[in-house]
Nanobody, 125 residues
Framework: HVQLVESGGGLVQPGGSLRLSCVADRSISTTYCMAWFRQAPGKEREGVVSIDSNAKSNYASSVRGRFTASKDSAKNTLYLQMDSLKPEDTAMYYC????????????????????WGQGTQVTVS
């Protein structure tokens, strides 16, 4: 089991930037696939990015080129740098982890992730 705590959300104007953090209570360097998901009111949960043990990332087309995921294994922390934010990026953002032997599933499907944080709200307006 791994516990995840997100932070860094807030209110930002269109075109602005935010950096989200997700701190795990144990090492995320080798065993886990880490990911960010988001869910806007009235919409389905959407995968944003996954990152494997080799720091290989897989981005949703809606954020590719604007968002950057990274890990600091020494701090057991996952980051999401969000630039050029748009109103449609407004959502609750969740950090998630899956035990995939360090790899990540090809598709960003929340059903593959067993561990979730409580979420952090991002509002672009």
């Amino acid at each position: 089991h791994v516990q995840l705590v997100e932070s860094g959300g807030g209110l930002v104007q269109p075109g602005g930037s935010l950096r989200l953090s997700c701190v795990a209570d144990r090492s995320i360097s080798t065993t886990y696939c880490m990911a960010w998901f988001r869910q806007a009111p009235g919409k389905e949960r959407e995968g944003v990015v996954s990152i494997d043990s080799n720091a290989k990332s897989n981005y949703a087309s809606s954020v590719r080129g604007r968002f950057t995921a990274s890990k600091d294994s020494a701090k057991n922390t996952l980051y999401l740098q969000m630039d050029s934010l748009k109103p449609e990026d407004t959502a609750m953002y969740y950090c998630a982890a899956a035990i995939w032997g360090g790899f990540c599933p090809q598709r960003l499907d929340g059903a593959d992730f067993g561990y979730w944080g409580q979420g952090t709200q991002v509002t672009v307006s």
